[in-house]
T-cell receptor, first 113, second 113 residues
Framework: DQQVKQNSPSLSVQEGRISILNCDYTNSMFDYFLWYKKYPAEGPTFLISISSIKDKNEDGRFTVFLNKSAKHLSLHIVPSQPGDSAVYFCAASGGDNNNDMRFGAGTRLTVKP | DAGITQSPRHKVTETGTPVTLRCHQTENHRYMYWYRQDPGHGLRLIHYSYGVKDTDKGEVSDGYSVSRSKTEDFLLTLESATSSQTSVYFC????????????FGPGTRLTVL
């Protein structure tokens, strides 16, 4: 039972354009969401997070939007750069056990020069 | 970068043999986690620890045990490895636990033949 879903396994964009990565969740108890970025042969690294009391959080080129009614969040990268090419994981926590963070399957982003 | 190392980085073993993976941190963080990453599933929590000798199960704990006798070390043991446990294993640490940022190690690729 995958409670966090990233339905696009891959995404390709041109350098300088916007990248939009999507994530859906099914557990209404989730109240904190995070995005991680992963390069090959490395561990994931934290990118940005958002609490359910907000609907937007921005950090430089990265913005996360949360739509609680739709149980949907998205990560916007503007402008996209070739160094952003990586796998992006959406994660969510909350409910009975805050330590049991659930991850999506990931979206591979390729930014073409 | 957070001081997290995992050993070994790669291991090939046979079905039925015991395997122990080690995670070592130099950050003195209270929380430590073991995840496995498989295609189509993202990262799934196996076990986590919230202090020395304090551990709890995650989403996919069957077939795994853990131990934490020192703050800096968190061991993951497969008592009798099976081919379904072929995966990439990541250790993570967090100072505050809960829905906060986790810092991941470089991963261990385990192949069970």
């Amino acid at each position: 039972d995958q409670q966090v879903k990233q339905n696009s396994p891959s995404l390709s964009v041109q350098e300088g354009r916007i990248s939009i990565l999507n994530c859906d969740y099914t557990n209404s108890m989730f109240d904190y969401f995070l995005w991680y970025k992963k390069y090959p042969a490395e561990g994931p690294t934290f990118l940005i997070s958002i609490s359910s009391i907000k609907d937007k959080n921005e950090d430089g080129r990265f913005t996360v939007f949360l739509n609680k009614s739709a149980k949907h969040l998205s990560l916007h990268i503007v402008p996209s750069q070739p160094g952003d090419s990586a796998v992006y994981f959406c994660a969510a926590s909350g409910g009975d056990n805050n330590n049991d963070m659930r991850f999506g399957a990931g979206t591979r982003l390729t930014v073409k020069p | 970068d957070a001081g997290i190392t995992q050993s070994p980085r790669h291991k090939v073993t046979e079905t039925g043999t015991p395997v122990t993976l080690r995670c070592h941190q130099t950050e003195n963080h209270r929380y430590m986690y073991w995840y496995r990453q498989d295609p189509g599933h993202g990262l799934r929590l196996i076990h986590y620890s919230y202090g020395v000798k304090d551990t709890d199960k995650g989403e996919v704990s069957d077939g795994y045990s853990v131990s934490r006798s020192k703050t800096e070390d968190f061991l993951l043991t497969l008592e009798s490895a099976t081919s379904s446990q072929t995966s990439v294993y990541f250790c993570a640490i967090s100072g505050a636990g809960g829905p906060n940022e986790q810092f991941f190690g470089p991963g261990t690729r385990l192949t069970v033949l």
